[in-house]
């Protein structure tokens, strides 16, 4: 029972005391309703305190500290999920590295920059997912740099054309990538891809390796 109540229950008894069926009834010594409602309201009182003290210390603490504030959503780069967003990629630093990551930036400009951004993220994590098996180089730059079977792996890299990077906006985008793709964003993409090809194309291992992925113009494998 909050405060007012209280009050309002004591002045309808005050007014019922005091009313003209008993108006010689003496309320208390002094006639002062200071001191009338002083003992109503010490068992009303009471009794609430009684109520408190009944409540569970867990409850009575949540009271005191009043509503817990709410937690903030999960940032979805924070889990460790990549974010595939132009405007997200714009608010990172200006991309530079070492020459891996600028071989990686090479290979994604010539290799997919026609491509959609979620398309150019795959290709990165083709190069990545090879040179983490046993069966390619260990580097970026031996990746992309390999050759067999007549040619090379990446056909930038031995098509006879000079490498020159002549779009500056492109190649700013293909540097963003590779700068998170080697910092360890996750490769959600293509569930461990090793190969890709245009669909202008039909290689002969394109029928024996498992696809795992169809993003714009290329097509995803992963080696058996």
């Not at 290689?203 to 390796?209: K, L, T």
Request: glycine letters at 10%; aromatic letters at 8%; one cysteine or more.
């Amino acid at each position: 029972m909050g405060f007012g109540q209280i009050m309002a229950g004591t002045f309808v008894s005050l007014t019922i005391l005091t009313g003209a069926a008993v108006a010689d009834v003496t309320i208390s010594k002094s006639n002062s309703s200071a001191e009338a409602i002083a003992g109503p309201l010490a068992l009303l009182l009471a009794a609430e305190h009684r109520a408190i003290e009944a409540l569970p210390k867990a409850r009575l603490v949540s009271l005191a500290e009043g509503p817990k504030p709410r937690k903030p959503a999960p940032d979805a780069k924070a889990s460790g999920q990549t974010d595939y967003s132009f405007a997200w990629l714009a608010t990172l630093p200006a991309p530079s590295g070492d020459q891996q990551w600028q071989c990686l930036r090479k290979a994604l400009y010539f290799e997919a920059r026609g491509e959609t951004l979620q398309g150019q993220f795959a290709v990165a994590e083709v190069i990545l997912n090879r040179m983490d098996s046993p069966d390619y180089p260990q580097s970026v730059c031996g990746v992309v740099q390999q050759g067999g079977g007549g040619g090379c792996q990446f056909s930038y890299h031995c098509d006879g054309v000079a490498d020159v990077m002549h779009e500056p906006g492109a190649l700013d985008l293909a540097g963003r990538i590779a700068r998170v793709m080697l910092d360890g964003a996750e490769r959600q993409l293509t569930e461990g891809a090793t190969h890709f090809h245009t669909r202008a194309v039909s290689p002969g291992w394109s029928a024996q390796f498992p696809r795992t992925a169809s993003i714009g113009a290329h097509l995803f494998y992963r080696q058996p």
